[in-house]
């Protein structure tokens, strides 16, 4: 059976010395057996022991876990729990920044496309940018509530065209219009707009919303806090306005 010492454990594996010495007091990595002179030596097991601490280390497992993995009977079981939480975690960071990289690269491409772009306008794609994803799922209820609507009113008008049959058309207004109405509510309810002038946060009359001229993201209304009459950004409205 082969010996080692620290330094060669530490070449073996591609850490530092330190490292070695530093897994020893945390009592992961205990050498069988000291020298004469008190340096300590360590067999194949050991570095069999140390190759598998380096390969958790790599996946950002930390050292309390190893050490529990290590103490266990059959580690394989732990370590494959382990290895799926990290899994979980590392998707969830790359999300994370995947989501910053798009921020980013629709903040580059307003400044580069906006010649009266400022730290103002800085602080509304901000805002725009945190409320993204509610607003998504705002305006994936009104898509599906829509759907819905179509759905009801062309099958029944081709039911009353095709058989001659109106009750069914007649029954399904008593459903599409509550649900367009509580649809509408619903949408003036949870957004606001972002005035591209004074770039204050403001909240339409359903009036203006309704017959106004409007884009995916804006709509052309007057801010009620300016008196600027143009398109305006769509976004999410406070939480104190939702309640």
């Known amino acids: ?27 992961i990595l205990v050498p069988g057996e ?7 030596i360590y067999s194949d097991d050991d570095l069999q022991k140390l190759k598998i601490i380096c390969f958790l280390r790599e996946l950002g497992i930390s050292i309390e876990n190893i050490g529990e993995i290590l103490r266990e009977e059959e580690p394989q079981n732990l370590i494959a729990i382990l290895i799926e939480q990290q899994e979980q975690t590392l998707n969830y960071e790359i999300e994370e920044r995947r989501q910053k990289l798009g921020s980013l690269r629709e903040l580059s491409r307003i400044v580069k496309s906006d010649e009266n772009f400022s730290v103002k306008s800085i602080g509304d794609v901000a805002y725009q940018m945190k409320n993204k994803n509610k607003l998504k799922k705002v305006r994936s209820t009104i898509l599906i509530a829509g759907i819905i609507i179509d759905i009801i009113e062309i099958a029944t008008i081709v039911l009353w065209i095709a058989k001659g049959i109106w009750l069914p058309f007649v029954l399904g207004l008593c459903v599409i219009v509550p649900l367009g109405i509580w649809a509408f509510l619903y949408y003036m309810k949870m957004v606001a707009y972002i005035c591209p002038k004074c770039h204050e946060v403001f909240k339409p009359t359903k009036k203006a919303v309704l017959f106004a001229r409007h884009t995916p993201n804006t709509r052309r209304l007057q801010c009620t806090c300016c008196g600027y009459k143009g398109y305006c950004v769509e976004t999410l409205a406070s939480d104190e306005e939702i309640k």
């Open 1 to 27: 059976m082969s010996k080692y010492t620290t330094g060669e454990m530490a070449k073996l594996c591609g850490v530092s010395v330190r490292t070695v010495q530093y897994y020893d007091t945390r009592g």
């Open 34 to 40: 000291l020298s004469e002179g008190g340096r300590r």
